[in-house]
């Protein structure tokens, strides 16, 4: 997913020349081809976060479209001041590209786990939040921040996700993907959870439990109509998402529902990360397994609910 992302940057910039790449220590090798071909669209600075966001600030006053790419925490907790102050204030349109969101950087510990970027980049007015669940998605909305007028933060997997969209799938940014139409239950997912998501479905298929997917690559702004309208009929909401159950998809998801619903609005259950930092070093799956996140955690909570 990283690398779709960044080859898209390199396609934009050789048709655009307002596009630059701007990246924080990213190591040797990493696009040199855009560096190559594209040197004045081409900057590679140090191990300083904050002063990129100024940097980058400073060039879409000038009428640039800069694409800043580096880890996911450093990008949303190191920045935050300067993110708020330098773009969202000012509605620049920077695209912010954060590796390794969620649990993906488990090996490092704590300090590089991203669990807490959405709330982080909601709270803040004009920036936009937008979490892919494969390659193919990534690219098609990639293209899209070309001509979007304001901040972007693009959260990134580990990269080598299943590929789920389709070929002909209509991707739009703020509009939600129905990978799925619900019965029983609605399953409201963003990001590579919703491969999970998909695997859920089929596991309670089984026990005659029809659970939709609604997949919401755009967090903010929350994809309002197609959660009313595919909530309507159904006795169960369930959202899933790698991130700190407070703060991300499954609050914007209640926000959504208590707005619009009287006394008969369906239940919600939220699945993420308790609001704990993870203290166990592994990989990706040995956290997301010890957080809860992995397909037979989810489908006990659909039983549990309907067993009551």
């Not at 855009?34 to 600030?57: C, T, Y």
């Not at 799938?169 to 963003?190: A, H, N």
């Not at 596991?203 to 609604?214: D, H, M």
């Not at 010890?290 to 489908?299: A, Y």
Request: aromatic letters at 8%; a neutral charge.
């Amino acid at each position: 997913m990283r690398k779709t992302s960044l080859d898209c940057v390199y396609e934009l910039a050789k048709k655009d020349k307002r596009v630059l790449f701007i990246g924080s220590d990213l190591g040797p090798g990493v696009l040199e081809n855009f560096k190559k071909d594209l040197p004045n669209q081409f900057f590679m600075e140090g191990v300083a976060e904050q002063f990129i966001i100024g940097m980058s600030a400073g060039l879409a006053k000038e009428g640039f479209i800069p694409y800043v790419n580096t880890i996911a925490t450093f990008l949303t907790r190191r920045c935050y001041e300067q993110v708020a102050i330098d773009l969202c204030l000012h509605d620049l349109p920077v695209r912010l590209i954060g590796n390794g969101g969620g649990l993906v950087y488990a090996p490092l510990g704590p300090t590089h786990l991203a669990l807490e970027d959405f709330s982080l980049m909601k709270s803040l007015p004009n920036m936009t939040i937008i979490s892919p669940c494969d390659a193919h998605e990534m690219k098609s909305l990639m293209h899209q921040t070309l001509n979007y007028m304001h901040p972007i933060y693009i959260r990134l997997g580990r990269g080598g996700e299943k590929i789920i969209t389709k070929s002909n799938e209509k991707i739009e940014i703020g509009r939600g993907v129905l990978f799925k139409k619900p019965k029983d239950v609605l399953i409201i997912s963003t990001g590579t959870m919703t491969q999970k998501a998909l695997e859920v479905s089929k596991n309670t298929a089984s026990e005659n439990i029809n659970c939709g997917v609604l997949h919401l690559h755009t967090v903010k702004p929350i994809d309002v109509e197609s959660i009313i309208k595919y909530s309507k009929e159904v006795k169960l909401i369930l959202t899933i998402e790698e991130h700190f159950r407070s703060g991300g998809l499954g609050s914007s998801v209640l926000e959504v529902i208590n707005d619009h619903f009287g006394k008969n609005s369906p239940s919600v259950i939220r699945v993420g990360v308790e609001n704990q930092f993870p203290n166990e070093y592994g990989n990706q799956e040995t956290l997301q397994d010890s957080c809860g996140l992995n397909v037979e955690e989810i489908r006990k909570k659909i039983f549990n609910f309907f067993n009551k």
